[in-house]
């Protein structure tokens, strides 16, 4: 899987690029523009290698799809949701489904040397809660004593200071089991003696929000909107917060817990629309993911390979319900400095990454479906 769409690019950012975002110029060894690495760098690749496979006079002795949406930024509601659904009403059940996600990733944790391919077996899930405040609307020269602005300000102030328990465990934990052996340090005495260091541990992931997000099912207040004159009371004073929610976690739950945080009846929660629950996780003793590490060992000598929880969500969770084995993976290289590339300013792949994908492509398929 690949999609075809990609984000916009910051309004007036235009100069601030290397090349014209959306030129795919080739410079100094990389192709730059919006979407070389989300996601038309593994889009393109995935043809060439059909291609190339084809013009070499390949068959596939197992039937192979290539499912590109177009509008997966937008939650994949026409595109790949529409093709899960064909596939449902032919029957189609995949021994394993592939799409972008985690990636080659280069020194993420101090005291691990190697770069790492993570293979997403998980992916959060998403909810959007509305609260909505009301009050007794009027003049503000004589107030009451509840405000929508203020009860609703109360209330987000509660939501974070109350944030879901954090624990090392699921998709985290599989990765840190597979990672430790790797590592050297202090890093590798507290990450292999969690019954000792688990508080401390849990304590140090928790500070940074890349790893925090691997822990807890996170809280993030997005929008707030109320009152539009200095003079009048607003009657009603209304905040958007986006959960990402961790497998085993669910929608109702959080709906649950923000009721129970708030404490406050008047507030009124919505669950916005395509909210998705997080997916099942997938697992790393499959054939199929067995295929897909191999196939990176094979290519990637010295890289090592690991499950782990994509962050965000990709078009793949609309194939959940017909594959068990949905993992999140192509071998893009990127440094944790690159990261604020992605949806980001400068976004590019190296020529000799783009190589790389699309030998990884090509040989995934012949392990997979060659005679
Ligand atoms: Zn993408």
Redesign the pocket.
């Known amino acids: 899987m690949a ?1 075809q769409d990609v984000v916009p690019i910051a309004p007036g950012s235009e100069t601030q690029w290397h090349a014209g975002p959306f030129s795919g110029e080739i410079r100094d060894g990389f192709i730059w523009g919006r979407g070389a690495w ?2 038309k760098g593994n889009l393109m690749a995935i043809l060439e290698a059909v291609e190339s496979l084809a013009s070499t006079g390949f068959k596939p002795q197992r039937t192979v799809y290539l499912c590109f949406g177009h509008d ?2 937008n939650g994949g509601e026409e595109g790949a949701k529409a093709i899960a659904s064909l596939f449902g009403e032919r029957g189609i059940r995949p021994e394993f489904v592939l799409d ?1 996600g985690l990636l080659i990733a280069e020194g993420i944790l101090p005291g691990l040397e190697p770069p790492v391919a993570l293979i997403g077996v998980a992916e959060k899930g998403s909810a959007t809660l509305k609260l909505t405040a009301t009050a007794q609307p009027g003049h503000s020269s004589m107030p009451g004593s509840r405000s929508a602005i203020g009860s609703l300000a109360a209330a987000l102030h509660r939501l974070e200071q109350a944030p879901f328990a954090a624990a090392v465990d699921g998709p985290a934990a599989e990765m840190f089991d597979t990672l430790v052996p790797e590592m050297h340090g202090v890093n590798r005495v507290a990450l292999s003696n969690l019954w000792l260091f688990g508080p401390l541990v849990r304590w140090q992931l928790a500070r940074a929000p890349s790893t925090n997000a691997l822990l807890r099912t996170t809280t993030a207040i997005t929008v707030i909107r109320g009152g539009n004159k200095e003079n009048v009371l607003p009657e009603v004073a209304e905040a958007l917060v986006n959960f990402r929610l961790l497998p085993g976690d669910t929608v109702s739950r959080v709906v649950a817990h923000t009721r129970s945080v708030i404490d406050d009846p008047a507030i009124r929660i919505d669950v916005l629309p395509q909210s998705s629950e997080a997916s099942p996780v997938a697992s790393e003793n499959s054939s199929a993911y067995q295929l897909i590490a191999r196939t990176v060992r094979e290519l990637f000598p010295g890289v090592v390979v690991a499950p782990g929880l994509m962050i965000g969500g ?1 078009d793949s969770r609309h194939m959940i319900a017909l594959a068990d084995n949905v993992y999140r993976f192509s071998p893009v290289r990127a440094r944790a400095e690159d990261l604020a590339r992605f949806h980001g300013t400068d976004e590019r792949i190296s020529v000799d990454n783009y190589v790389e994908l699309i030998r990884f492509y090509q040989t995934l398929l012949r392990h997979a479906a060659g005679g």
């Open positions: 999609h989300d996601d997966e930024e972008e990709t």
